[in-house]
Nanobody, 124 residues
Framework: QVQLVESGGGLVQAGGSLRLSCAASGGTFSIYFMGWFRQAPGEEREFVAARSSGGYNTYYSDSVKGRFTISRDNAKNTVYLQMNNLKPEDTALYYC?????????????????WGQGTQVTVSS
């Protein structure tokens, strides 16, 4: 059983930056494909970014490409999401998630473990 704990959310002005962290415990972190998702009130959970277990492959949604960077440190069992040039539409509860296998990384249903989320609010 893998436990995931996110941190780093907060309130920031448009154009600002935040770095989210997700610390994993209870499993072999390096074998898991890691993703970040977000969910705004009244909206479905949407894919943001993902990184393969070995860290060689990264994937981004079109809405964050060029602004967000996902990275992972397998030695620290942690995955990060660096968010730059934030926009009000980035406001959401951000979740990290872990899955086995490398397929269907955009689908929340394919992930096995989830954190509780960290709130990101971007003011205009």
């Amino acid at each position: 059983q893998v436990q995931l704990v996110e941190s780093g959310g907060g309130l920031v002005q448009a154009g600002g930056s935040l770095r989210l962290s997700c610390a994993a415990s209870g499993g072999t972190f390096s074998i898991y494909f890691m993703g970040w998702f977000r969910q705004a009130p009244g909206e479905e959970r949407e894919f943001v970014a993902a990184r393969s277990s070995g860290g060689y492959n990264t994937y981004y949604s079109d809405s964050v490409k060029g602004r967000f960077t996902i990275s992972r440190d397998n030695a620290k069992n942690t995955v990060y999401l660096q968010m730059n040039n934030l926009k009000p539409e980035d406001t959401a509860l951000y979740y990290c998630a872990a899955k086995r296998g490398s397929m269907d990384w955009v689908k929340p249903s394919r992930y096995d473990y989830w954190g509780q989320g960290t709130q990101v609010t971007v003011s205009s």
